[in-house]
């Protein structure tokens, strides 16, 4: 599109050049010119003009949905942490959210990304998982995860799954889906030392379901609906990022919040939930 666009700018441009030349004739010879020159070209200049149009409109939208890059938003993850959806301590001056879902590649390959963050800033961060169901495959292991971390388990489970579950079902291109059913879901709960009818019982529970929808709930707020999304004390980054990306991230809020003064154990609540912003606000609108 944008070869074509700039074929018939290139066509405009050659059929009104005489504007650019030296003038010759009368002034209303020169002018009938240009309007001729128009009148040939009216067609491909109206077709610009409607794609200028079109591309604006889609810059308008992307940015309406795109966060504003001074943002700080307030997600509330106390039930996550409660339930015991967090690896990392309390005290870390820099929470990682990672909206995930268990059917996603790209959740998937940030494991990896989140396993070597830890391993480099220790107990500076925390890393709290909210569920975002985008594909509903998915469902029975997302409650499962619920119910494991009811047993103290679910980043046992959670590990178990990616590498006994999702890897197999990966591997089959998607045509597997069983890989991601009840039964080889209590097979891994079983191995990791869970207790199975207990399981099952919560999986089937309203507790569990209402873990995952109120998830879902708040991350509508600020209008994440693609997996993994993440936010770094409040602010939010899309997609999976390189590893020194986020290195860069976590440091720049390292610094801020040792120049804010607050405890670190305190800074998630006293900072980001109590001052960051409630809901979603675009880079199309500034503060």
């Known amino acids: 599109m944008k070869h074509h666009i700039l074929a018939v700018a290139a066509l405009a441009a050659a059929a009104v050049g005489c504007q650019h030349q030296a003038p010759s004739g009368s ?3 020169r002018v009938a010119k240009l309007e001729a020159a128009y009148a040939r070209n009216a067609e491909a200049l109206e077709f610009l003009a409607k794609v200028y149009a079109q591309q604006k409109a889609q810059q308008q939208a992307q940015q309406a949905d795109e966060p504003a890059d001074d943002a700080v938003f307030a ?7 409660k339930l ?17 879902d268990f059917a996603c590649p790209y959740c998937y390959r940030s494991t990896d990304t989140l396993k070597e963050l830890t391993a480099a800033y220790g107990d500076k961060i925390r890393i709290v998982y909210m569920n975002l169901i985008v594909h509903p495959v998915a469902r029975p292991a997302h409650l499962a995860s619920c119910a494991a971390a009811k ?10 799954f990616w590498a006994k579950a999702y890897v197999p079902y990966e591997q089959s ?30 999986m089937a529970g309203s507790a569990c379901a209402a873990r995952i929808e109120g998830d879902m709930a708040e991350l509508v707020k600020f209008h994440v609906d693609a997996t993994p999304t993440f936010f770094i004390n409040g602010k939010e980054i899309s997609g999976a990022l390189p590893v020194d990306e986020f290195k860069k991230l976590i440091d720049d809020q390292l ?14 609540d006293d900072v980001v939930l109590a001052k960051g912003e409630k809901q979603f606000r675009a880079k199309s609108d500034p503060k």
């Not at 679910?154 to 178990?160: M, N, P, R």
């Open 255 to 268: 610094k801020v919040v040792a120049a804010s003064g607050v405890p670190a154990a305190k800074y998630y």
């Open 151 to 160: 047993q103290g388990k679910y980043k046992a489970f959670k590990d178990a």
């Open 75 to 81: 997600v509330d993850i106390a039930e996550d942490v």
């Open 27 to 29: 002034l209303e010879a």
């Open 173 to 202: 291109k998607g045509q597997d889906a069983a890989k991601l059913g009840e039964d080889n879901i209590f097979a891994i709960a079983k191995e990791i030392g869970l207790n199975v009818g207990q399981l099952k019982t919560d």
């Open 84 to 100: 015991g959806q967090v690896e990392g301590p309390a005290s870390a001056p820099v929470t990682i959210i990672k909206a995930f």
